[in-house]
């Protein structure tokens, strides 16, 4: 009867724990396609995009292309900046935290900010710095899904 008693205290133990709400994973709301608003000038029209994926507890991996459409295509080609992929991690506080370099032919920017989501959109406050004369700048960039 003392073996029955402890066995069905341990089994209301186990469901009690199983029933539990796991913790989220704080990557959730990023997981999507983002865009930003269309930037325009007078000779193009740039774009960027955002896609990102779940790739472990509270990371995400983010694939970035940058769009260029000439208006002028006589004179300025449109392309699209290749596309890169750098993995993240969401922190305590629901912020996607950015440390990543892009490299291109000429040089190397790294990034380092934050990116969180304020009422549906992702907002990224970035400082790219630049490889070849070390010149730092500072943005906030708005995506939407």
């Known amino acids: 009867m003392k073996q029955q008693i402890v ?9 009690a724990a199983c029933s539990k709400d796991p913790k989220p994973d704080r990557a959730t709301p990023f997981i999507g396609s983002w865009r930003t608003e269309l930037a325009d000038s007078s000779f193009v029209t740039f774009q960027t995009f ?39 991690r969401i922190d305590e506080s629901d912020d996607m935290i950015l440390n990543y370099s892009r490299a291109s032919p000429s040089t190397i920017f790294t990034y380092a900010g934050t990116a969180s989501i304020v009422d549906g959109k992702l907002i990224a406050k ?20």
């Open 50 to 88: 955002w896609k990102i994926e779940r790739s472990g507890p509270n990371m995400v991996k983010i694939a970035t292309t940058d769009s260029v459409v000439s208006r002028m295509e006589d004179f300025i080609p449109s392309f699209a900046v290749e596309r890169q992929v750098y993995n993240v």
């Open 7 to 15: 066995s069905l205290i341990a089994c209301v133990l186990l469901l």
């Open 126 to 145: 970035i400082q790219e710095t630049s490889g070849i004369d070390g010149s730092t700048w500072s943005k906030t960039t708005v995506f939407h899904k």
